[in-house]
Nanobody, 128 residues
Framework: VQLVESGGGLVQAGGSLRLSCAASGFTFEDYAIAWFRQAPGKEREGVASICSTDGSTYYKDSVKGRFTVSLDNAKSTKPAVYLPMNSLVPGGTGGYFC???????????????????WGRGTQVTVSS
């Protein structure tokens, strides 16, 4: 079971990036998948999440309208979760991590501490 994030990079304020989280060894069926951000010197915080059971999505207030989380769990492709990020601001700088948790034991959306499977992250730097 592995998660691999990609798509990070350096972008100017107002620009866009599209993060991807690819799954290996499992599908996202009956999972909650979340994106977390950890800014330098700060605690990790949830940014967006999606539950594969019903497609429900949740966003941190500060990214609503700018970020959109989506899930591609088609059997013909490698399972992946995407996070297009628009109108990026310097406060969005940090490591972005993908995490998953099977639903059933936890409800949708899980609390941040309930996520047990994590990727290694991808760095996003937004310059002013």
């Amino acid at each position: 079971v592995q998660l691999v994030e990609s798509g990070g990079g350096l972008v100017q304020a107002g620009g866009s990036l599209r993060l991807s989280c690819a799954a290996s060894g499992f599908t996202f069926e009956d999972y909650a998948i979340a994106w977390f951000r950890q800014a330098p010197g700060k605690e990790r915080e949830g940014v967006a999440s999606i539950c594969s059971t019903d497609g429900s999505t949740y966003y941190k207030d500060s990214v609503k309208g700018r970020f959109t989380v989506s899930l591609d769990n088609a059997k013909s492709t490698k399972p992946a979760v995407y996070l297009p990020m628009n109108s990026l601001v310097p406060g969005g700088t940090g490591g972005y991590f993908c995490a998953v948790e099977p639903l059933g034991v936890v409800s949708c959306p899980p609390l941040p501490y309930e996520y047990e499977i994590w990727g290694r992250g991808t760095q996003v730097t937004v310059s002013s």
